[in-house]
């Protein structure tokens, strides 16, 4: 990032920002994989839902996936104009320089992540378990190299701190990747059902993601106060006004508060209620602003890894 902050800067946040939003997709649809699915309350409940949701997981991982490959490309032109001195042409010379950086690399097996899950996405459409297993190869891939373009690739992550975010970022996916993917697919692939078999399917597509959901979520969440640890030191939350890293990870944290809570809310109060009047669209309703929060939450991660680290340790 350049200082002061310029549109350039702003333009690189919004395309990381769409990077982030279609790999947490890819991962959610990952997810959804038939293997991984066999076993759940909605294959029990109705087996054609529960056929028509992987069917139409798949077809947003491989949307994602493009959009992965695509976003990919404009980081690394974005991220060359960044490097390169003002008012100087960008010269293939250069992007080869660019590319045989730390950051070049890892900008490198994020596309490669990317394309392979878009082809085995795209090969899912015949029902191929094969291809579903390549398709998690590239979620994991995608997971992976997530960090090798960020904070997690210098010295102050520590030992394993590329997998300790790659962790971080896959429980992410499968928690608001999982969610998404859940309203997108599994509420559309409802809608066909008749009103009063409607509420049980609900039920069961829920159940399904709240159980995803009790496991990734905390888990997204505790990696990610081990990696503010190691950037910052253990006493890192005492300290977050002294820099303007502390001010985004304070406003990260508070919005993450908001998911969760809200996440609290529909495992608590909305799933149960879901046969009642009215179950359905409060679950809508508050799925998507959960969603919303999970948007801005990206948003803001997508500025926080763009910022330098505090001097020393706090």
């Given at each position: ?268 109060i909305t ?9 359905e669209s ?11 929060l999970g ?20």
């Amino acid at each position: 990032m350049s200082v002061p902050f310029s549109l350039l800067d702003a333009t690189y946040a919004v395309a990381r920002w769409g990077w982030y939003l279609a790999a947490f997709l890819v991962l959610g649809a990952g997810s959804y994989a038939p293997f991984l699915f066999r076993r759940s309350s909605l294959a029990a409940t109705d087996a054609g839902i529960a056929a028509e949701l992987i069917r139409r997981a798949a077809r947003i991982g491989f949307s994602a996936g493009l959009a992965l490959v695509l976003l990919a490309t404009v980081r690394l032109y974005l991220q060359a104009r960044l490097l390169n001195e003002p008012g100087e042409p960008l010269t293939l010379d250069f992007f080869r320089a660019v590319l045989g950086s730390g950051w070049g690399r890892g900008w490198q097996r994020q596309g490669g992540a990317a394309l392979l899950a878009v082809l085995a996405f795209a090969a899912t459409r015949n029902g191929s378990r094969v291809a579903w297993l390549f398709a998690l190869v590239g979620c994991a891939g995608i997971g992976l190299t997530a960090g090798m373009t960020g904070h997690a690739n210098t010295g102050k992550s520590g030992p394993g701190g590329i997998l300790i975010d790659a962790a971080h970022v896959t429980a992410g996916g499968v928690w608001l990747g999982g969610l998404a993917v859940m309203v997108l697919a599994g509420l559309a692939a409802c809608r066909r059902l008749e009103p009063e078999r409607r509420p049980a399917v609900l039920r069961s597509l829920v159940a399904d993601f709240s159980r995803r959901a009790l496991v990734f979520a905390p888990l997204a969440i505790g990696l990610g106060v081990w990696l503010a640890a190691r950037y910052l030191g253990w006493s890192w939350p005492l300290h977050l006004v002294r820099s303007t890293y502390g001010w985004v990870l304070a406003a990260k944290l508070a919005v993450l508060g908001g998911v969760a809570a809200l996440g609290g809310y529909n495992w608590r109060i909305t799933q149960p209620r879901l046969t009642g009047e009215g179950g359905e669209s409060r679950l809508r309703r508050f799925s998507a602003l959960e969603l919303w929060l999970g948007a801005i939450l990206l948003g803001i991660t997508a500025v926080l890894v763009s910022l330098p680290l505090p001097e020393g340790r706090m």
